[in-house]
């Protein structure tokens, strides 16, 4: 049996690997995708050749990230519960579909992870991997095996001579990408303890983030970002340019307690410096561009939209069905927002659209105009005010 592993070369995987090979005699396939993690994937290379490794396959996956998941994410203005931009969870459709391919292009029959069984990147990997490929078989170490933790997994590798990272192991467990950090586990279990100061990775601390602001502009088109302060940018840099921007003034740093799918609750903290400028321009072109039915409606769903991709379910047909329908919503989605940047908060400082915006001024202003006419008004309210009277009326006659 051939077996894809997705594998990162920390101890999990590692232990993964050689115990995969142990327990099924399989021939196992180390799979690692480039999704901006910003590590240099060779030594993942080498070190899979030496826990037993048939074969190694590194893949770029950034572009597609970027232009299938993140965007689309942008374009529906995805948020769960409030505050988590979602960059795991839009991370692993993308990564489960080079697993998939990676799978048929070396007749592999089963995939696997190394998502334990509490967590909601199993459910993420799997529902993907099924919604792709609905016959493969997925090995999941975690609920099968007997090791409780780590120690039990050092004590293996020891006994098998499986060759670790020299680095220590930080006492919170991270995973990066090209949108975000996510932390979690270990000193953050208890949610009434503060992050440590030295663990964020992408942002300045926002006491430390210059004194001056700094002003930055979006522009977008049918709900894309494609322009930064005057710059045209491919979508990979223009997510990398905004990351730097905004991590530079300690923006975009999140803390929460989450309801994960499988119904326990977690205190997760992300770094999204770049994904939260983006979510807030979106809405400020949005803001000048949408008719107020069609913005109600769509964020009505929103919540929706967000619960299905956290969920796992990005290869749905209802996520895809709603995603058509925010994609729609988009068409008229041009113009530039102007973001002011300044230890860790951010204002809109000015929006405009000069080929779609609905904001007329000689109709908003309150000074005179020949547009607006104001007793109009007086037979709105009384029409608006119909059923309010009527009860109000029958309440009074009531002895209400």
Wanted: charged share 25%.
């Amino acid at each position: 049996m051939k077996v894809v592993l997705a594998y990162s070369g920390g101890l999990d995987t590692s232990v993964i690997l050689h115990w995969i090979k142990e327990k099924y005699s399989a021939e196992v396939i180390a799979y690692t995708s480039d999704v901006g993690q910003g590590e240099e994937l060779e030594h993942v290379r080498e070190a899979a050749l030496a826990t037993g490794a048939s074969d190694v396959i590194i893949e770029d996956l950034r572009k597609e990230f970027v232009s299938d998941c993140i965007f689309p994410s942008i374009r529906s203005n995805a948020i769960y519960e409030g505050s988590y931009l979602m960059g795991t969870a839009l991370a692993r459709p993308i990564i489960a579909r080079g697993l998939v391919r990676a799978a048929e292009k070396v007749g592999a029959q089963a995939l696997a992870h190394g998502a334990t069984g509490k967590g909601n990147d199993q459910i993420r990997f799997e529902l993907a991997a099924y919604a792709l490929k609905p016959d493969v078989r997925i090995i999941a170490p975690w609920r099968e095996w007997d090791f409780k933790g780590r120690a039990d997994l050092l004590a293996y590798a020891e006994a098998h001579d499986i060759p670790l990272p020299a680095a220590p192991r930080p006492e919170y467990s991270m995973d990066a990408n090209l949108m975000h950090i996510s932390y979690e586990g270990g000193v953050l279990e208890d949610p009434w303890e503060g992050p440590p100061s030295s663990m964020f990775r992408m942002t300045t601390d926002p006491t430390e983030a210059p004194s001056d602001p700094e002003y930055v502009s979006v522009r977008f088109h049918r709900g894309n970002p494609v322009v930064v302060n005057g710059v045209e940018l491919a979508p990979v840099e223009l997510v990398e340019k905004l990351n730097q921007i905004g991590g530079a003034h300690g923006i975009g740093r999140v803390d929460i307690v989450e309801n994960r799918f499988l119904g326990m609750k977690s205190r997760g903290v992300y770094e999204t410096p770049g994904g939260t400028l983006l979510y807030h321009a979106h809405r400020a072109v949005e803001s000048l561009t949408l008719d107020r039915e069609v913005q109600h409606l769509r964020d009505e769903l929103v919540p929706r939209y967000a619960e299905m991709v956290y969920n796992g379910l990005w290869f749905s047909p209802e996520r895809e069905a709603l995603q058509s329908f925010m994609d729609s919503v988009q068409q008229r989605v041009n113009g530039e927002a102007r973001l002011k940047l300044y230890k860790g908060g951010l204002s809109i400082d000015g929006r405009r659209s000069q080929s779609h915006t609905l904001y007329d001024e000689a109709i908003a202003t309150f000074e005179a105009d020949d547009v607006y006419d104001q007793s109009d008004a007086t037979g709105f309210i009384r029409l608006s005010a119909l059923r309010l009277r009527t009860l109000g009326a029958k309440r009074i006659a009531e002895g209400e």
